[in-house]
């Protein structure tokens, strides 16, 4: 057991032009900022032993993005190993849109399959295009890593002795978006309002991991809140937003000061949204989202549109409190803890297409451009309608090369409690079993994490199929997520 010593920091992401929003499959040009955006970093060290965890309010970190902050951290602080530097996302789809994908996926993502398909002359076409007044994506990214960096550094430099303790608390936050029928299809937003209607796909976690930081006098300075949810209640609009962990913030700051750190860290929730799929409640105003659209909307007496502020609000109200709530309740607080963390990279299997399904796409593009040869312009529709098949052209041509995938994942041991992240939006089943398995006494799980890879999808989503469960939605299928889970497992208790 040794004395730890604790740091935090937080910078602002705000880019000084507009931006645009990345998430959707449609481009947003964002007009104005509803909320902060930022980078939030917390420095821990013990013996020789070292953490930096930042979270960053934007919806994934890229390969680009992560070896460009550690690259421009490296610079600031010579004594810590880039690798220690762990980055995550909220998933927030209200924020800054950077240079992705990588280099070298040239050529590999649907939109660039869709213009192959397209005729002469024409080519896929943004409802919003980007001018001078919007920042480039590489001008985001060199924005993005730049506060990355200085978060971290700043976080480092600011260790000092402190006191921390875990607790749980409880809130409602996340639903399972996927809806499934008596012919066992699924579908991402399904219409629960259908007599094919039969369950809702997978289960979901009210429970929040939390981490409080003293110091030394005892006054709080900084909450880690694990959450299985993304921030997507404002994923649609068109303004920059952090989603209900803005408000969230808002909300401690308010009872503890504005020097109150929040380190937000999103759980396993790849099928999870803050929707209730039963008690539906449509949108305040109209969204360009072929996925949300209802024929047979009823009025809900339930909470209010999980698409608008005001749902936005509420839920931040709800983890708020409770945060609050169990910091009352708080007793002993420790100031040394068994530290270790371990930085694991491990191939899993590419998630392939078969040729037959391969050759479905090549027809289905094919057939689909010719019937719309004589539209004027190809849209966000189209690659809506085109995607999964895009998709699949462009896996087929990567396993040709490719047979795995190199994950970058960390586990820690922090006294009782256990850190494991992954770079996925890991379905909720596969969080589930590592904590249950965990010898930890309370275990964190952060998605969305050092990478950006994709959906994992459950076998059984699989089966069901639709958005999320596609191989295009993600690199790697549900043999590696078992792989994943059993890997991280061990780990885990190799440490107990």
Not at 179 to 200: C, H, L, P, R
Not at 280 to 302: F, G, L, M, Q, S
Not at 306 to 318: A, V
Not at 379 to 404: L, P, S
Request: glycine share 6%; net charge negative; hydrophobic share 40%.
């Amino acid at each position: 057991m040794s004395k730890l010593l604790i740091g935090w920091a937080e910078e602002s992401i705000v880019p000084e032009k507009k931006v645009s929003l990345a998430g959707q499959l449609y481009e947003r040009i964002s007009e104005y900022v509803e909320s902060d955006i930022t980078v939030t970093a917390m420095a821990v060290e013990a013996d020789d032993q070292q953490m930096i965890i930042a979270s960053v309010d934007i919806v994934s970190i890229n390969d680009a993005l992560l070896t460009l902050a550690r690259k421009k951290f490296a610079k600031l602080v010579s004594v810590v190993a880039p690798e220690k530097l762990i980055i995550s996302a909220i998933h927030s789809p209200t924020s800054v849109g950077y240079r992705t994908p990588a280099p070298d996926t040239k050529g590999l993502t649907p939109k660039e399959i869709l213009n192959e398909f397209l005729p002469e002359g024409k080519k896929y076409t943004a409802l919003v295009e980007a001018d001078e007044t919007v920042a480039t994506p590489d001008e985001c990214l060199e924005l993005v890593s730049e506060k990355i960096a200085i978060a971290a550094a700043r976080a480092w430099e600011n260790r000092a002795e402190a006191l921390y303790t875990n607790a749980f608390g409880r809130a409602v936050v996340g639903h399972c978006r996927r809806v499934v029928y008596d012919d066992g299809s699924a579908k991402m937003w399904g219409d629960t309002n259908s007599a094919n209607f039969v369950e809702i796909e997978g289960g979901n976690d009210s429970g929040i991991e939390l981490l409080y930081t003293f110091d030394t006098n005892k006054k709080l300075t900084g909450v880690v809140a694990n959450i299985a949810c993304p921030a997507q209640v404002l994923e649609h609009r068109n303004f920059i937003s952090s989603d209900y962990w803005g408000k969230v913030k808002q909300f401690l700051r308010e009872k503890f000061g504005d020097d109150l750190y929040l380190l937000a860290l999103c759980g396993a929730g790849g099928d999870q949204c803050p929707r209730d799929m039963i008690r539906w409640v449509n949108p305040e105003t109209p969204i360009n989202d072929p996925h949300v659209k209802r024929e047979h909307y009823i009025e809900r007496k339930a909470d209010p549109s999980m698409f608008d502020l005001k749902g936005c609000t509420l839920i931040g109200k709800r983890v708020a409190n409770e945060i609050i709530a169990v910091y009352e309740e708080l007793d002993e607080l420790k100031s040394e803890a068994d530290f270790v963390h371990k930085v694991i990279n491990y191939d899993l299997p590419l998630r392939k297409v078969t040729p037959a399904e391969y050759e479905k796409s090549v027809r289905e593009i094919e057939y689909y451009v010719q019937k719309n040869s004589d539209k004027e312009v190809f849209n966000y529709e189209d690659n809506a309608a085109m995607y999964v098949h895009a998709g699949n052209i462009a896996r087929f041509r990567k396993q040709q090369t490719v047979e795995t995938v190199n994950v970058e994942f960390h586990v820690i041991k922090l006294g009782s409690i256990a850190i494991a992240t992954n770079p996925f939006e890991l379905f909720l089943d596969y969080g589930n079993r590592i904590k249950a398995r965990s010898f930890a006494e309370q275990t964190f799980i952060i998605q969305l994490c050092c990478g950006a890879l994709g959906y994992l999808p459950t076998e059984k989503a699989e089966r069901g199929s639709h958005y999320s469960a596609y191989v295009t939605s993600g690199q790697i299928g549900h043999v590696g997520g078992d792989m994943l889970v059993r890997k991280t497992i061990n780990e885990i208790n190799e440490m107990w």
